[in-house]
Every structure is written in structure tokens, then in C-alpha cells.
């Protein structure tokens, strides 16, 4: 298996923001409990603050995953200070539906450890929703460990 990562070209980046903050907002609804109005509005805002003007701030970078030279997903990244420790923050992860299952997502968190090695950034953090099985699975299998549990009971 031949996994990169590399830089998304403008092209690509225009088609990826707004795909990226519709599965940001169905996320809210599906393992947050939003309204799907609010977490429309929650992800404008959000993404907004984080790419002024649709464009990638100095802190952020978006690489596409490739594997035999195919994209397959992709993964967003930004160095931040603003945290209880500096860290290299993971926004997204996503590998394309039929392209799961194979190890990509593995790659790719592996090569943000290489990324945060080679940046002499001491961490590496993120956020996934509860209901993310999947996910949460692969950072544990990787070392992650869980800093906080949020809940929540529907009435």
C-alpha cells in the first residue's frame, strides 16, 4: 500500500470547504443532538473564523491522502498555542466511504506524528464526536487517550 499526503491545490480546496463544513454541520445534528438550522449556522461561523475569506489561514494546512496516486481523503491540520500544551491539532480526518477499511486513515495519522516530529511540536490533540466508533477505535489503537467525556440525555 503506497499512502502520501500532500498539499491540497486551490482547485481542490474549493470543492473541499464547503463539503467539509456540510459534514461538520451533519455531524452536529447526527452525534451532537443540534438542530440542523443551528449547526448549519454553528459550522459558517466556525468555519468562517477559521478560513477568512474561503482561503486557509497561515495556521492552517490541508493536505489530500493518495494511495497508488488516487486521492482518498483528506486531512486538515493547524499548529496551535492556544491550548493547555502547543499542539499540532487535527480538524478532519476523512477517507472517502469506499476507500475505508484499507489502512488510509492509519496512514494518515501516522503521518501527522511525523509531521509534528519534523515541526518539534511535542503533541498532537483532537476532538471526535462519541458516536464516531470508528474513529475513536483507530486513535486508541494509536495511543490517543481520552481527556474528556462529554454527555447527554435527550428528554
Keep these: 500500500m503506497s499512502v502520501q499526503l ?37 459550522a459558517e461561523a466556525d468555519i468562517g473564523h477559521l478560513f477568512p475569506d474561503g482561503r486557509p489561514s497561515a495556521a492552517q494546512i490541508v493536505y489530500v491522502v493518495e494511495a497508488e496516486g488516487e486521492p482518498v481523503g483528506q486531512l486538515w491540520l493547524a499548529e496551535r498555542d ?22 488510509y486513515g492509519k496512514a494518515a495519522m501516522l503521518f501527522v506524528e511525523e509531521e509534528a516530529r519534523r ?19 483507530l486513535y486508541q489503537s494509536l495511543g490517543y487517550a481520552e481527556n474528556a467525556v462529554s454527555m447527554s440525555k435527550d428528554l
Excluded: K, Q
Design 119 to 137: 515541526r518539534g511540536i511535542p503533541r498532537i490533540a483532537l476532538n471526535v464526536f462519541g458516536g464516531n466508533t470508528v474513529a475513536r477505535r
Design 6 to 42: 500532500r498539499p491540497m491545490r486551490d482547485d481542490e480546496f474549493e470543492v473541499w470547504l464547503p463539503l467539509m463544513r456540510s459534514r461538520y454541520a451533519e455531524d452536529m445534528v447526527n452525534h451532537a443532538g443540534m438542530s440542523p438550522d443551528r449547526a448549519a449556522a454553528m
Design 82 to 103: 492556544d491550548t493547555p500544551e502547543p499542539c499540532l491539532f487535527i480538524f478532519e480526518l476523512s477517507v472517502e466511504e469506499a476507500y475505508r477499511g484499507r489502512g
